[in-house]
């Protein structure tokens, strides 16, 4: 019976400690460490039960006993009285047998229910053993999620201040600088490229529109 605590003793020592520190995952590793211990809890509870029924049979059997030895008593007195010595004798020998065994069936009744309460009070224990494992596996998780949580924001806000980062957007700025002085670039070309004849053109459309304005102004009497 003791076998099965083997497993919770482990669990619940200095050792975790240890056995998380070599677990690549811990969440999952508690999580088996509860699924044993629960195992454990079923089969105390199975060898529990049997061990209660074998008391109750025990029971069941001493009382049988001595019931019988209790009535051959008073059918040993009642034969006395009817005179009849020779069936009291005989209710008095099956007395004795029936006492006999009445003895050595309480006796092992009463280590029978010794052995059953003390395992209900290990069973008690590995049950409150086994809440304050969970208690302590969800704080544990928990723990365990807000750890990796923040490294991988560490991990995150590191890159983004990292070097690689910053000479990247450096890079990409050199670029935009590059595309404007491209497109500055462009446009004094298209500017030097124009011909004669563009100039001229430019010229006369400036013309008329000088024209076009002295005419207006001589209208409002604006001259």
Do not use: H
């Amino acid at each position: 019976m003791f076998k099965f605590f083997k497993r919770v003793k482990t669990v619940v020592s200095s050792e975790l400690n240890a056995m998380l520190d070599k677990a690549e995952d811990p969440v999952k590793m508690l999580d088996q460490f509860m699924r044993e211990m629960d195992e454990d809890i079923r089969e105390a509870e199975s060898a529990v039960a049997k061990q209660i029924a074998n008391e109750k049979m025990l029971k069941r059997k001493y009382d049988d006993a001595q019931a019988i030895v209790d009535k051959r008593q008073a059918q040993a007195e009642k034969a006395i009285e009817a005179g009849n010595d020779d069936l009291a004798r005989r209710a008095l020998e099956d007395k004795n047998n029936y006492e006999q065994q009445a003895t050595v069936l309480k006796e092992s009744w009463e280590r029978a229910k010794q052995d059953s309460d003390a395992l209900r009070t290990k069973l008690d224990e590995m049950k409150n053993e086994y809440r304050e494992m969970k208690l302590k596996k969800d704080t544990l998780k928990a723990r365990a999620e807000s750890a990796k949580t923040r490294t991988k924001m560490n991990r995150t806000m590191s890159s983004i201040g990292s070097d690689s980062s910053k000479q990247g957007f450096e890079r990409m700025e050199e670029k935009v600088l590059r595309y404007e002085a491209e497109a500055e670039t462009s446009e004094d070309l298209s500017q030097s490229s124009r011909s004669l004849d563009d100039e001229f053109k430019e010229l006369d459309r400036s013309s008329g529109v000088d024209d076009e304005l002295a005419a207006l102004k001589k209208k409002l009497g604006k001259e």
